[in-house]
Nanobody, 118 residues
Framework: QVQLVESGGDLVQPGGSLRLSCAAS????????MGWFRQAPGKQRELVAS???????TYGDSVKGRFTFSRDSVKNTMYLQMNSLKPEDTAVYFC????????????WGPGTQVTVSS
C-alpha cells in the first residue's frame, strides 16, 4: 500500500503563486508514473501534470508555461509550483502515483483546496 498526502493549498489572489507538495509513504518499489489532477465544482477531473518513468513531463493545456512539476526522490515527495494563478485554477488538487511491475496500481491523495480569488 502507498499513502499520499497533499499540502500547500490556500486562498491566493489572482496573479499569485503557490507550491503544492505531495508526500508518499508505504510500499514504494517500482514507480511507473506520478503527477497531479484537479477537479473544480461541477467539472470532471482534469490533468494538470504527469511525470512518467522516462523522465518526461506532460502538462495540461490550461497550465502550460505557468505550472511546473518537480520531485525529490530522496524525500519521496512531488511538488507543483503554480505561478500566475487565475480564478479558473480554483479546484481541489489531487496527486497520484502509479506503482508496480506487472500489476500497476494508481494511488491518490485526499486532495488539497486551491482557491484563487480577490
Amino acid at each position: 500500500q502507498v499513502q499520499l498526502v497533499e499540502s500547500g493549498g490556500d486562498l491566493v489572489q489572482p496573479g499569485g503563486s503557490l507550491r503544492l507538495s505531495c508526500a508518499a509513504s508505504g510500499s514504494i518499489f517500482t514507480i511507473r508514473g506520478m503527477g497531479w489532477f484537479r477537479q473544480a465544482p461541477g467539472k470532471q477531473r482534469e490533468l494538470v501534470a504527469s511525470f512518467d518513468s522516462g523522465d518526461s513531463t506532460t502538462y495540461g493545456d490550461s497550465v502550460k508555461g505557468r505550472f511546473t512539476f518537480s520531485r525529490d526522490s530522496v524525500k519521496n515527495t512531488m511538488y507543483l509550483q503554480m505561478n500566475s494563478l487565475k480564478p479558473e485554477d480554483t479546484a481541489v488538487y489531487f496527486c497520484y502515483l502509479d506503482e508496480g511491475i506487472e500489476l500497476v496500481e494508481r494511488y491518490w491523495g485526499p486532495g488539497t483546496q486551491v482557491t484563487v480569488s480577490s
